[in-house]
């Protein structure tokens, strides 16, 4: 009986173990999967932190390239700025040397105009001098072939008055 009551109770003890392991294998698989369960949300969890985090940085690097950019642009039109200022500055220098360039043909040309009036001025002076001249030993030759004319006429004094008048 003793015996019986072992066996019975081994039996007994069996099937308890058998349903502690039945349980403990159904814990563990619970728990397996429950340790699934958390990896995959913990990995799910993990991967949407990586692509927040991805997000950030690209979005870090679209404001530095944005902000880089940005420097660019305000560097490109202070640049612009400074090719018309160049260029307008340039654009005055070119006019001005045009003016004296201008200035100086006219210049030139006054200068021509200056020295072909003075040369026919010069031409004329010359000419009338020669004129002048001419008129003059034409006057002389005819008071003098008067003179002669008046000596033999014998009124020579008279004459040699008017002649001097006219010689003044």
């Known amino acids: 009986m003793a015996e019986q009551i072992a066996t019975k109770f081994l039996e007994e003890l069996k099937k308890i173990k058998a349903g502690v392991i039945k349980a403990a ?50 560097e490109i039109a202070a640049a612009k700025v400074i090719a018309v200022a160049a260029e307008k ?36 002076l010359e000419k009338l001098s020669e004129m002048h001249t001419v008129s003059r030993l034409s006057q002389r030759e005819a008071l003098t072939n008067e003179r002669v004319a008046l000596e033999e006429q014998g009124t020579f004094r008279t004459c040699l008055h008017s002649f001097s008048r006219l010689s003044n």
Do not use: P, W
């Open 89 to 124: 500055h340039e654009q005055a220098k070119n006019d001005e040397l045009e003016k004296k360039v201008a200035d100086l043909r006219r210049a030139e040309l006054d200068e021509e105009k200056g020295q072909n009036i003075k040369d026919m001025y010069q031409d004329m």
């Open 25 to 74: 294998d159904e814990v563990t698989t619970k728990t397996e999967a429950h340790e699934q369960e958390q990896l995959a949300k913990f990995q799910k969890c993990l991967e949407s932190k990586t692509k927040i985090t991805n997000a950030e940085i690209s979005h870090l690097e679209l404001r530095a390239e944005l902000k880089s950019l940005t420097n660019a642009q305000q």
